[in-house]
């Protein structure tokens, strides 16, 4: 990276890279939702991005990302990941999310590469989310909401953007919802947009927005 990007910027672009490799291109609007930030914020950064080069707005008024763009987003939640996995080794799967957040502006080239070969080329985070170009090793896990009542799964991914709702991810492990657990679909309550699973015995009931989010193999 030629000139330093600020740790703002490099938020935006790792919810655009999320949401355009997800297919869910994200107005300014939803950006602001997802970032906490009122809307004039958001177009004041966007116009500085699109200053800059990593975006450019298309005819939807939505926000792309450029060539330039996509490969600094790639590298920014690529560091994230990578940071996830060291902090891991100190806290809980549930808290390495927000602490990486704050690491992974701080990884240089060198550590990075370092990262990488000491963790033997990880292809996903520790909550099951690909790092850029390994997409395809997550293609075959589905959303818990589209497995069928009775049915045995092992839960592989939190989405990315699941880990950033608060509280979430510890509400998850307390109830043993975490990647590599077995559990079976007990009840979904279309009515009620609810999926209860037996956790080791135990019902945990979340809501299809969650669900929806909680990825797992057959
Ligand atoms: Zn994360
Ligand atoms: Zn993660």
Redesign the pocket.
């Given at each position: 990276m030629a000139e330093k990007i600020s740790t703002t910027i490099e938020d935006y672009l790792s919810l655009l890279y999320i949401s355009e490799r997800d297919g869910e291109p994200v107005s300014g609007a939803r950006l602001a939702d997802l970032l906490g930030v009122s809307a004039p914020t958001v177009t004041n950064t966007l116009k500085r991005m699109k200053r800059d080069g990593l975006v450019e707005i298309d005819e939807a008024h939505l926000p792309k990302l450029t060539k330039n763009g996509d490969e600094s987003a790639r590298s920014v939640l690529r560091r994230?990941?990578l940071a996830?996995w060291m902090l891991i080794r100190l806290l809980s799967w549930s808290k390495?999310?927000?602490e990486?957040?704050d690491f992974e502006h701080s990884i240089s080239d060198d550590v990075e590469a370092a990262l990488i070969e000491e963790l033997n080329q990880p292809e996903t985070?520790?909550?099951g989310?690909p790092l850029p170009g390994y997409e395809a090793a997550v293609a075959d896990w589905i959303p818990l909401t589209q497995v069928k009542v009775g049915q045995q799964v092992t839960i592989r991914r939190i989405h990315?953007l699941a880990?950033?709702i608060p509280g979430l991810l510890s509400y998850l492990e307390e109830n043993e919802i975490e990647p590599g657990q077995v559990v079976q679909v007990s009840d979904i309550l279309v009515f009620n947009q609810t999926v209860t699973l037996d956790v080791k015995g135990k019902p945990v009931t979340l809501g299809f927005s969650i669900a929806r989010q909680i990825f797992v193999e057959i």
């Open positions: 994230h990941m996830e390495v999310h927000q990486a957040h985070c520790p909550h989310n990315e880990e950033e």
